[in-house]
């Protein structure tokens, strides 16, 4: 009945009171059904209305639905909107929480930040952090969820892919400490423009006590400078930024690569400070610098500071770097597809020397805000930059782009020409049926794809 008034349903009530403690989506995913809330969510592809029975038969007896079926003995709470529902719970679960909460958003690294500040500060917090990349509407939600009495320090990510988002995921997260990670191309199609993209992804922070972010970005610079406007007479609000070219709080002095790491070495509050991290591409180079402001912020002491920056370990769930068959290694980045992303996975693959010949399998880009022919040029043009030995195009896009003629010849011919193989599958299906004539052996392959593709069954083959 209490879970009732939080999130604003009406209680049918057949079974007994239960003392909730898992949220629960997927009934595939049951490990506590008597102590489990099972939310009908719709979606795009499925119900979650369709999936009660099972996780009724599993043993759970608690529903949020918005349309009531009759089940002996189970407590079903009736709302008009489960989405919303399961967002008020998790608000009201917040509230009960009076610690230091880093939220973290940005185009790309939010996942790798996360989990690096994890490896930074797990020796001086007990932390609770979002599972994976669970960012979203619902993922959001689920991770807040998991604050519990002995926590503290909270980490979790905010994503979002149209504008009216953010508002909700703050009332979830209520950082006290922002970091915006970057701004590019992932997820533009939802905004008019760049700059209300930035300003609805800042509006996370609307509350927070710090914000930390990176000076080099001009558009998302002069946004914080307009928030801070916003802001400043209402509470107090520290701005936190760093730059590689020019004056900040932290300023970034010297980068130098050697021997697989990085050494950084900036000046902060008159003192000159280095880190060294065992990566070498740029991506990791900034992500570091993001993680490095806020332990500055957190006042963690240099010398911990630089013990554990030496320490880093690579995320897996971006960018994992594992053995495959017949002597290759394979790197999957199959969670994101947009130019920013891929740039940084190239990088990443660039870096890599087991191998002299490359190959990225690469499906097609979702919500570009490019024309297909722009898109597809562009990617070519990377792949060509990075020295690419062959591409694996998947999706009707990208096979339809590349095998039609643009100006005499095919795109595929002009990479041809320059060096880069090329073949291409309408559908993941098609690829996986070829997959035995497909020869892989003694190189690199980067797997690279939007999520909805499922590219991580190709991982596994």
């Known amino acids: 009945s209490e879970i009732a008034k939080i999130v604003r349903g009406k209680l049918l009530l057949s079974g007994e009171d239960s003392i909730i403690s898992e949220l629960l989506m997927d009934s595939r995913k049951i490990s506590a059904p008597s102590s489990s809330l099972f939310f009908a969510l719709k979606g795009p592809r499925r119900d979650g209305h369709a999936f009660i029975q099972e996780a009724y038969k599993k043993g759970v007896r ?34 009960q929480f009076k610690i230091p909460v880093i939220g973290i958003t940005g185009s790309n690294g939010k996942t790798i930040v996360k989990e690096w500040l994890n490896q930074l500060l797990e020796d001086k917090y007990a932390i609770v952090r979002s599972p994976k990349s669970y960012n979203s509407q619902s ?24 504008s009216g988002e953010m508002d909700r995921l703050q009332k979830i997260i209520q950082p006290s ?23 609805e992804k800042l509006r996370l922070f609307i509350h927070a006590d710090i914000l930390i972010y990176c000076k080099d970005y001009p558009e998302l610079n002069e946004c914080v400078a307009s928030l801070y406007q916003q802001l400043k007479n209402n ?40 880190i060294t991290i065992p990566f070498t591409d740029e991506a990791s180079v900034e992500n570091a610098i993001n ?42 980045d199959s969670y994101s597809a947009d130019i920013s992303s891929l740039k940084i996975a190239l990088d990443f693959l660039s870096q890599q020397q087991q191998h002299a010949k490359k190959t990225v399998i ?7 805000g490019q024309s297909d022919k722009e898109l597809y040029a562009n990617i070519g043009f990377l792949l060509q930059q990075h020295k690419i030995d062959r591409l694996i195009g998947i999706g009707p896009a990208i096979s339809r782009s590349c095998l039609s003629p643009a100006g005499g010849s095919t795109p595929r011919e002009a990479w041809r020409e320059g060096g880069l193989e090329t073949q291409f599958y309408p559908s993941v299906e098609d690829f996986k049926h070829q997959f035995p004539h497909i020869h892989f052996a003694n190189e690199t392959i980067l797997i690279k794809g939007a999520r909805v593709f499922g590219l991580e069954d190709i991982d596994r083959m």
């Open 235 to 274: 509470k107090p609000f520290i701005i936190f930024n760093w730059s590689s070219v020019t004056e900040a709080d932290l300023q970034i002095l010297t980068l130098s690569k050697e021997d697989k790491r990085t050494i950084i070495t900036a000046s902060y509050k008159g003192n000159t400070l280095s």
């Open 291 to 332: 993680c490095w402001c806020v332990l500055l912020c957190l006042n963690i002491p240099d010398a911990d500071i630089s013990k554990k920056m030496l320490s880093l370990q690579p995320v897996a769930m971006r960018l994992e770097l594992r053995d495959g068959i017949n002597n290759t290694s394979i790197i999957n």
């Open 177 to 199: 400490i922002g970091v915006f990670t970057n701004i590019g191309e992932a997820h533009s199609s939802g905004f008019l423009n760049n700059r209300q993209k930035i300003n």
């Open 362 to 368: 690469l499906t097609d880009f979702l919500e570009s």
């Open 139 to 162: 993922g959001v939600p689920l991770s807040v969820w998991q604050l519990n009495d002995s926590a503290e320090l909270g980490i979790f990510e905010a994503g979002i892919s149209q």
């Open 62 to 95: 608690n529903f949020i639905v918005s349309e009531p079926t009759e089940l002996a003995e189970a407590n079903m709470v009736v709302v008009s909107d489960v989405l919303y529902a399961l967002q008020l719970l998790a608000i009201h679960h917040r509230n």
